[in-house]
Nanobody
Framework: QVQLVESGGGLVQPGGSLRLSCAAS????????MAWYRQPPGKQRELVAT???????DYASSVKGRFTISRDNAKNTVYMQMNSLKPEDTAVYYCAAVVPGGSQYWGQGTQVTVSS
């Protein structure tokens, strides 16, 4: 079964933190690049961070230094620790798996709202 299930979203005040999790099926997770995207209200989906199977990470400039992507290969799970959250981080966050050939599989998304 091919699936990605995100969790951990919610409402947080500016300056706060959240940790997102994405549990993947082994077929999608093993040896594939995993990524987090987000779609702010009324805007297009954008790439936030990626991590290779070996643990090399890359980030959008807007989140560098505040967000950390990681993966637990034993649990087939990818995480994103989000610190110093800003109102402009408000979005639906999606987990994605990039398989050989470039196709992507998506989770259902989790809402993150940063507001006082």
């Amino acid at each position: 079964q091919v699936q990605l299930v995100e969790s951990g979203g919610g409402l947080v005040q500016p300056g706060g933190s959240l940790r997102l999790s994405c549990a993947a099926s082994k077929t999608l997770f093993s040896n594939n690049v995993m990524a987090w995207y987000r779609q702010p209200p009324g805007k297009q989906r954008e790439l936030v961070a990626t991590i290779t199977s070996g643990g090399s990470a890359d980030y959008a400039s807007s989140v560098k230094g505040r967000f950390t992507i990681s993966r637990d290969n034993a649990k087939n799970t990818v995480y994103m620790q989000m610190n110093s959250l800003k109102p402009e981080d408000t979005a639906v966050y999606y987990c994605a798996a990039v398989v050989p050939g470039g196709s992507q599989y998506w989770g259902q998304g989790t809402q993150v709202t940063v507001s006082s």
